[in-house]
């Protein structure tokens, strides 16, 4: 059984760029879900089982710190896996994304080789 | 010290010119070079290219805010932004689409939001809108703060693509928050600094 991954990001152009890289990975991946905010991503959750989250930061309507939160106050989702991909790039931001419980952090703009990179140490932290 | 139409009131970093400028030029290099496998050289087109490009096109707007406010944008024709957009995505696009429009909103997201964390190191905390881009012909943009733009020219593809940035201290725009940016059929005043 594959890995199900969720992406989160309101450019539909970096899902887009995300769904080619993940299908790059020598990982077995199943379903890719895709969300425009966190409100949206919260919502997949809720049906979906998913193995990795890759979020943005900078979202309309629930930013990807807020989703954060939201995910690490659920039991259920707290040792998934959340890997921020974003433009945010300031000392801060990246502060609180580790302390509420992102595994890992890459700034846009990105290479493909840096996601997969980023992708394999944080599933091999979370024993995946 | 840049030539500006405000003063500051009191102490405070600011960036010149010319830092302006160069965190605009490693910024999109970096973002071209990255995302795109496109170099990008300086540009010295003539006054009428410019101007042309100025009428029209796809402008990619995202907004500052914070101690320091205004906003970064980029603009180049729907042709190169279709070539961008095709690069990113690794196909082609004929015409300016939802798909050209949301990454060319990525692109400028990029490159300002790069910007915009390099600059806070010597402006203090900056907060970033989300990108808004506009296509379409025979149509100008001012900024909102009447402030000149800071606009530097690049070749791509032997097409132009301009970034702009303008910044003014909060005090000087008073503490009420204002567009990033306004497109209307008005004059862009622009300040354009070769590299």
Same mark, same amino acid.
């Given at each position: 059984m594959g890995l199900d991954v969720l992406i989160v990001d309101d450019s539909a152009a970096i899902r887009k760029i995300l769904l080619r890289v993940l299908a790059q990975t020598?990982?077995?991946?199943g379903d890719v879900f895709e969300a425009g905010d966190g409100i949206e991503a919260l919502t997949i959750l809720e049906a979906k089982k998913v193995g990795l989250v890759l979020s943005d930061v900078n979202?309309? =309507?629930?930013?990807?710190?807020?989703?954060?939160?939201?995910?690490?106050?659920?039991?259920?989702? =707290?040792?998934?896996?959340?890997?921020?991909?974003? @433009?945010?790039?300031?000392?801060?931001?990246?502060?609180?994304?580790?302390?509420?419980?992102?595994?890992?952090?890459?700034?846009?703009?990105? @290479?493909?080789?840096?996601?997969?990179? *980023?992708?394999?140490?944080?599933?091999?932290?979370?024993? *995946? | !010290? %840049?030539?500006?139409?405000?003063? !500051?009131? /009191?102490?405070? %970093?600011?960036?010149?010119?010319?830092?302006?400028? #160069? &965190?605009?030029?490693?910024?999109?290099?970096?973002? /071209?070079?990255? !995302?795109?496998?496109?170099?990008?050289?300086?540009?010295?087109? %003539?006054e009428e290219r410019i101007k042309a490009l100025r009428k029209g096109g796809v402008v990619s707007l995202v907004g500052f805010a914070g101690r320091w406010r205004g906003s970064g944008?980029?603009?180049?024709?729907?042709?190169? #932004?279709?070539?961008?957009?095709?690069?990113l995505l690794l196909t082609h696009f004929d015409y300016v689409n939802d798909e050209v429009l949301d990454a060319m909103g990525e692109i400028a997201n990029m490159i300002i939001g790069n910007f915009k964390d390099d600059a #806070?190191?010597?402006?203090?905390? &900056?907060?970033?809108?989300?990108?808004?881009?506009?296509?379409?012909?025979? $149509?100008? #943009?001012?900024?909102?703060?009447?402030?000149?733009?800071?606009?530097?020219? $690049?070749d791509c593809d032997g097409e132009l693509?301009?970034?702009?940035?303008?910044?003014?201290?909060?005090?000087?725009?008073g503490e009420a928050p204002r567009p990033a940016g306004v497109l209307a059929p008005a004059m862009w005043e622009n300040k354009i600094i070769d590299h």
């Open positions: 020598d990982l077995e991946i979202m309309p =309507n629930m930013d990807g710190l807020q989703f954060l939160t939201s995910m690490r106050s659920r039991p259920e989702w =707290n040792a998934v896996p959340v890997i921020m991909i974003t @433009t945010e790039g300031s000392q801060a931001k990246v502060l609180e994304a580790v302390q509420l419980g992102a595994q890992g952090y890459v700034r846009k703009p990105f @290479t493909a080789e840096q996601i997969k990179e *980023k992708i394999s140490s944080c599933l091999s932290v979370a024993g *995946k | !010290m %840049p030539e500006r139409g405000w003063e !500051m009131s /009191f102490q405070e %970093p600011v960036l010149t010119d010319d830092e302006v400028v #160069a &965190l605009i030029w490693s910024n999109t290099e970096k973002v /071209f070079s990255t !995302m795109l496998g496109l170099t990008v050289k300086s540009s010295l087109a %003539p944008s980029i603009r180049c024709s729907g042709q190169l #932004a279709c070539s961008i957009s095709g690069k #806070a190191y010597k402006l203090g905390p &900056l907060g970033l809108s989300t990108p808004t881009v506009i296509y379409g012909n025979n $149509f100008e #943009a001012r900024n909102w703060n009447g402030e000149s733009w800071i606009t530097v020219l $690049f693509l301009e970034v702009n940035i303008s910044l003014v201290p909060g005090h000087v725009l």
